[in-house]
């Protein structure tokens, strides 16, 4: 077992040496999110969720509307590690532009379900408010058709969706409070 295990690292140095790329944990479907574990670097399966729109009165019905794209339960049963690296990786088709691809919201969570704010309406006057709640985020190769989008900042707690700007499936997930003892 040592001796396998010494050859496959034997294996990848040579081929860093020798400017080749090391393989890479790659999605097999494209338009799918994971999460990468630093730790391992495998592909954690992010929660798909669809989302539906929901327009309701604000400021006691005196004309003001807003609409939010909702996806159902307070949490997401997918949970990932606080205070890590908030890596994540997709796959595209060739020819798409991986950089206009990926929309990234941190979630507000409303009774039973968890939102998005995307217009607000007051007056007659509509305006986009979708950018509120995104998370800022870099794209960089990850693969030979994968990238990686790589947070800011690391995991803080809360519910987050990754997804495209042409679907309404969210790829969900939750990050705890290390220090909410209702969770312990």
Not at 147 to 159: D, I, R, Y
Request: glycine content about 10%; overall charge positive; some cysteine.
């Amino acid at each position: 077992m040592r001796i396998i295990g010494n050859g496959v690292a034997l294996l990848l140095a040579s081929l860093v040496l020798s400017g080749q790329d090391v393989p890479v944990a790659e999605p097999h479907t494209t338009g799918v999110f994971y999460y990468l574990d630093q730790d391992t670097e495998g592909l954690i399966a992010l929660q798909p969720q669809v989302a539906k729109e929901v327009t309701r009165s604000k400021a006691g019905g005196f004309g003001a509307r807003e609409t939010a794209l909702s996806v159902p339960g307070a949490r997401s049963t997918v949970r990932l590690p606080y205070g890590k690296p908030g890596v994540f990786v997709f796959a595209v088709e060739p020819g798409t532009n991986p950089y206009t691809y990926v929309q990234f919201f941190r979630l507000d969570v409303r009774k039973d379900t968890r939102e998005v704010l995307s217009t607000e309406s007051v007056g007659g006057r509509r305006m986009n408010v979708l950018n509120r709640s995104q998370e800022h985020f870099r794209i960089a190769k990850h693969g030979a058709l994968s990238f990686k989008v790589v947070l800011q900042t690391p995991l803080w707690p809360g519910e987050y969706a990754l997804s495209t700007p042409t679907s309404n499936v969210g790829y969900c997930f939750g990050v705890d409070d290390p220090n909410d003892v209702r969770r312990k």
